[in-house]
């Protein structure tokens, strides 16, 4: 695997879309966290494949390619929601109850509902924690934050989620 990043930093294209179509299943799905909507996911992965084979030769240690891919598909999902920030969007399952008078729209509270009441500090390091497996350690690095401060912020967004779950376990 050393041996193929490396001759892709210099300049095999097909190394690279070797290492990338490996990677490409986890980016679509840590891009999906982000954006909710496999158009914009897929989206997110073909902008990380472009940024990606464009600053290859930018990556330090070989080691950390699938590390180097994910922080570069967070920043184009990242760039992805501010973009359509401006844009809001009707969820289709609320339009009938919108319609009817009298009727609120109803509160039950998914898993994307509470993880959105983070901030994109918080959501980033749980995400990385726990969809991606990674260690505080790499957490700390892919996202240049010292290793106290990634396990605060997680601490603290697990905190969080569990007052958003208890406050659901009340309705």
Do not use: H
Not at 71 to 85: E, H, P, Q, W
Not at 105 to 131: A, G, H, R, S
Request: a negative charge; aromatic letters at 12%.
């Amino acid at each position: 695997m050393l041996e193929l990043i490396k001759k892709a930093q210099k300049g095999d294209d097909e190394a690279f879309l070797s290492l990338f179509q490996t990677y490409e299943n986890d980016l679509y799905r840590m891009a999906f966290l982000y954006v909710k909507n496999q158009e914009d996911a897929l989206d997110v992965v073909q902008e990380t494949a472009y940024r990606a084979f464009k600053n290859i030769q930018t990556l330090r240690d070989p080691r950390f390619f699938k590390t180097w891919l994910i922080k570069i598909t967070i920043s184009c999902a990242t760039d992805v929601l501010r973009k359509n920030k401006k844009v809001m969007y009707l969820n289709q399952d609320y339009a009938e109850w919108l319609g009817s008078e009298g009727e609120d729209i109803p509160t039950v509270l998914t898993i994307k509902q509470i993880l959105e009441t983070l901030d994109e500090q918080e959501k980033n390091i749980v995400f990385l924690k726990y969809y991606n497996d990674l260690t505080f350690k790499d957490i700390s690095e892919l996202l240049e934050l010292p290793l106290g401060t990634v396990k605060t912020v997680l601490y603290r967004a697990l905190a969080k989620l569990r007052v958003q779950v208890r406050g659901a376990d009340l309705l």
